[in-house]
């Protein structure tokens, strides 16, 4: 087996799961984030970057307030993350402090990463702390998301955080040793992966379902993460946080946990970002002939390759391209609204005047603010 892509990795992105941290709900796990923080300094001994993605707010809320499960309602989780965020924030400062390292905190939501303003400053802070070696402890700000802005789960912030700071590497420590062919609680005949190429489509079939109640992703968010954090050049590694001085070895080349490593060139910075828009206002469903011409061969999307334009969005929006059979292929910035779209699809370049009385550009979507995903 090869081994660990880590091992060659100078900055890293350390995701941590809810139910690690919180120790299954129970409260924050004190011994075991000093034992990552020992880790972590080490790292940094050896001239590693680390950011630290870490969940467990909403968890730690839930057992602060000392409710016995889990609130439905929106207004209540974003409460409990409130609280929660506090506790795990002092836990990590006093574990680090240990060490003399400082950590920050950063909540990030969807919509801090779409603007391509706040997705600069954010890249610039980060790299700021990291310049003067302080640990950047980033969460979803939950008490301001909502459905339409949030990313959702930890697992895809982490490689979003990945992309945005062109990492090596994502670690995503979790409950599981990695992923298995089936679901071992099920089937005997499970075999576990060590290593595979993140993006493959087969991964996706055999990560299923999610796995534990206390966070938000399964395996699936997390095999999709590794294929987000792949488009700018990120390996992931998928491991239990319970092995003994995991981060440690990684580093130091053993081979533990999943392996998914990147084949693919990095996107440009630029297209990175289009890429990573999770949310997007409207979506544009293509004919065949448009979508083979943007996927296969670099072409800017034309008003007459669109059959359908859903959503609402203004000119200058990032929006989402689907082929006829729904498959979410691309992301790119609309130069018409939602309403001229709907007006000028199907329609001929050279009609476009005639129909709205001006013409801003001859394309929907110009091929240089394209990314495929
Ligand atoms: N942001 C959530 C929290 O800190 C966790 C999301 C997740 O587990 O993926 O509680």
Known sequence: MNPSVIAEARRLVVKVGSSLVTNEGRGLDHARLALWAAQIAALMEMGREVVLVSSGAIAEGIQRLGWKKRPKVINELQAAAAVGQMGLIEAYERSFRAHHLHTAQILLTHADLADRERYLNARSTLRTLLELKVIPIINENDTVTTEEIKVGDNDTLG????????ADALIILTDQPGLYTADPRKHADAEFVHEAVAGEPALEEMAGGAGSNVGTGGMITKILAAKRAARSGAHTVIVSGREPDVLARLARGEALGTQLVTRQAPLAARRQWLADHVQVEGKLVLDAGAAKALRKQGKSLLPIGVVEVRGEFHRGAVVACLDESGRD????????????ARRIARKTTTEIEAILGYVDEPELIHRDNLALL
């Open 329 to 340: 292929f691309a992301r790119g910035l609309a130069n018409y609204s939602a309403d001229e």
């Open 159 to 166: 490689a979003l955080v990945a992309n945005l700071i062109e």
